[in-house]
Nanobody
Framework: QVQLVESGGGLVQAGGSLRLSCAAS????????MGWFRQGPGKEREFVAT????????YYADSVKGRFTISRDNAKNTVYLQMNSLKPEDTSVYYC?????????????????WGQGTHVTVSS
């Protein structure tokens, strides 16, 4: 069992930055790929970024590529999402997830554990 707790969300102006953190419980953090997803108002949950267990393989959604950076610190059981050049369309609830991937890392079903989400609002 893995419990995930996100933090770092808030209100920011367009062009600004935020850094999200996700702290994981348990001793098996390094056994899981970690992902970030988001769900905007009235929208379905969508993939944002994922990192492999070691952090050696990273993938981003096209919409955030070049602006967002995912990283993990296995010693601290924490995964981060650095978000730069934020746009109003980035406004969403951001969710951290953990999974032992067997397929595409952008698929929601590949992740077994989810945090409660943290709100990010980008004003224009």
């Amino acid at each position: 069992q893995v419990q995930l707790v996100e933090s770092g969300g808030g209100l920011v102006q367009a062009g600004g930055s935020l850094r999200l953190s996700c702290a994981a419980s348990g001793r098996t953090f390094s056994s899981y790929a970690m992902g970030w997803f988001r769900q905007g108002p009235g929208k379905e949950r969508e993939f944002v970024a994922t990192t492999s267990r070691s952090g050696g393989s990273i993938y981003y959604a096209d919409s955030v590529k070049g602006r967002f950076t995912i990283s993990r610190d296995n010693a601290k059981n924490t995964v981060y999402l650095q978000m730069n050049s934020l746009k109003p369309e980035d406004t969403s609830v951001y969710y951290c997830s953990a999974g032992r991937l067997s397929g595409s890392p952008s698929r929601i079903r590949e992740y077994d554990y989810w945090g409660q989400g943290t709100h990010v609002t980008v004003s224009s």
